[in-house]
């Protein structure tokens, strides 16, 4: 007996709407960053300031005042392993922030993107756009980071230039994921959920401020699965110096998620802006 018409016809319904929601262009998304760029130029100073003083609070501030009690960690002093840890952490906030915060200005406040679809650009464009823009701006907070712990002897000079590409990888997935959250947020309030219930929890567990080996075990699995963890154990170990244990499979996490969580977020955006 033949199935419904129904159920054979979901399947190719789901197939178009993500097949619809992917970039037209592999470089269309260049006019989305840029016109994303030419408007942060304006204010790009007071951006960078704003994007560094948070970090640079918990690497001063916990890296010496902390690091006074705690002395070393993994053999370095505490604030040459929070260093590490910051400039992951910092890939994070930003990445998230701006795909959160900005990306909803541009979405649902001014309209940005309605505008852009009037162009022959399309929405998987303006997506992809929009997450490479938080990831530069990321990669940029991260790499100034890691300049200013290098110049200051808490990385190891050349080892840390190989932490750029993760950055970025990192970057890619991070913001990827948060635009997950935009294309659901009713409005700015809903972000918060996310910052508190996801960020928070994974900066705590990720190794960022003491190694994740003292967590408990059950503990210890749950946060192998979150991107900043594997951020981290690339990261650490290049600004020190080390060698990496187990790249492929870090790099292929985050990869992962930088792939699966752009396909859902632009079928979403698709599902909410096109309906």
């Known amino acids: ?47 960078m300031f704003g994007n560094l003083a948070d970090p640079m609070i918990y690497l001063f501030g916990l890296g010496l005042g902390l690091g006074l009690m705690v002395g070393r960690v993994d053999g370095v002093s505490y604030i040459a392993f929070l260093a590490a840890g910051t400039v992951a952490s910092s890939v994070m906030t930003s990445a998230s922030f701006e795909a959160m915060y900005s990306g909803f200005s541009r979405m649902h406040v001014q309209r940005t993107w309605e505008a852009i679809m009037h162009t022959p650009l399309t929405l998987g464009d303006i997506v992809l756009g929009e997450v490479i823009w938080a990831t530069s701006k990321s990669a940029l ?82 946060a192998q699965l979150l991107p900043l963890a594997h951020a981290v154990e690339l990261i650490r170990p ?18 992962a998620y930088a792939f699966v969580a752009f396909c859902i977020a632009a079928t979403l955006f698709n599902r909410r802006m096109m309906r």
């Open 141 to 222: 907070s991260g790499a100034a980071i890691m300049l200013v712990a290098g110049a200051l002897g808490y990385a190891s000079f050349p080892s840390m230039l190989l932490t750029l590409p993760v950055i970025v990888l990192a970057g890619l997935a991070f913001a990827s994921v948060a635009m997950i959250v935009t294309a659901l947020a009713p409005s700015y309030d809903f972000f918060m959920f996310y910052q508190t219930l996801i960020l928070t929890p994974m900066l705590l567990l990720s190794g960022v401020f003491f190694p994740s080996t003292q967590l408990p075990g059950a503990i210890q699995h749950i």
């Open 238 to 255: 290049a600004m020190l110096g080390r060698p990496v244990e187990h790249a492929a499979l870090h790099l292929a996490v985050l990869a």
């Open 1 to 47: 007996m033949n199935p419904p018409s129904s159920v054979t016809a979901s399947k190719p319904s789901l197939l178009n709407l993500v097949c619809s929601s992917l970039p037209a262009s592999r470089g269309n998304w260049i006019a989305v960053w840029r016109r994303n760029y030419l408007v942060w130029r304006k204010l790009a100073v007071a951006s």
